[in-house]
């Protein structure tokens, strides 16, 4: 997954604040700092489990606080998928 595809997500999945720029390099700036909060990346987490039919690790996920580490949450789980 890319933050290309996680930032189009969060904003089909929880809006977007006009004051922030998901365009940029966000991936080290806060989900907070992002206008998004743990029940926007709850409902995207759901979303991503859905389109991939996969189960993501819930502490993994919740304790990313960043989109550099979600992805990497998100992608060590989808690599491993892959792999088994």
């Known amino acids: 997954m890319s933050l290309?595809?996680?930032t189009t997500l969060l904003?089909?999945?929880a809006g977007e604040d006009e004051r922030v720029n998901?365009?940029?390099?966000v991936l080290d700036t806060p989900f907070a700092d992002l206008g998004?909060?743990?029940l926007a990346v709850l409902r995207t987490t759901g979303r991503i489990e859905?389109?991939?039919?996969?189960?993501?690790d819930e502490d993994a996920v919740a304790e990313a606080e960043t989109p550099r580490?979600?992805?990497a949450a998100v992608n060590h789980q989808l690599t491993?998928?892959?792999n088994a």
């Open 4 to 6: 290309h595809d996680l």
């Open 11 to 13: 904003r089909e999945c």
């Open 22 to 25: 998901l365009e940029g390099d």
């Open 36 to 38: 998004y909060d743990s």
């Open 50 to 56: 859905r389109d991939v039919a996969l189960t993501l």
């Open 69 to 71: 580490e979600y992805l």
């Open 80 to 82: 491993d998928r892959s």
